[in-house]
């Protein structure tokens, strides 16, 4: 059984910062890609940024400059930096990983985390 759980959100003024965090646990073989996806109300889930096993990163175009994802591999867990915060970057944030348990990697989700921010 593996879990992604993520922490770290929560309400911040317009140009605040917040960091994500998501620990997977479980028997867990290795880890590959590590992503964070957010979901604004009525869009489409997009991807804000990713990291593989490593360290080298990809961001969607909106945040460069502003967030910044990384991860420690020994604590099976990946960050989100997240700074100058605009509202419309309001949205549920969720952890994604591409975890091998065995032979074949699987893809994981966590539950989500909300962020609000606010103008």
């Known amino acids: 059984q593996v879990q992604l759980v993520e922490s770290g959100g929560g309400f911040v003024h317009a140009g605040g910062s917040l960091i994500l965090s998501c620990a997977a646990s479980?028997?867990?073989?290795?880890?590959?890609?590590m992503c964070w996806y957010r979901q604004a109300p009525g869009k489409q889930r997009e991807l804000v940024a990713e990291?593989?096993?490593?360290?080298?990163?990809n961001y969607v175009d909106s945040v460069k400059g502003r967030f910044n994802i990384s991860r420690d591999n020994a604590k099976n867990t990946v960050y989100l930096q997240m700074n100058s915060l605009e509202p419309e970057e309001t949205a549920d944030y969720y952890c994604n990983a591409e975890i091998r348990l065995g032979n074949v990697p699987l893809n994981y989700w966590g539950q989500g985390t909300q962020v609000t921010v606010s103008s």
């Open positions: 479980g028997t867990i073989f290795s880890i590959n890609t």
């Open positions: 990291i593989n096993r490593g360290g080298i990163t």
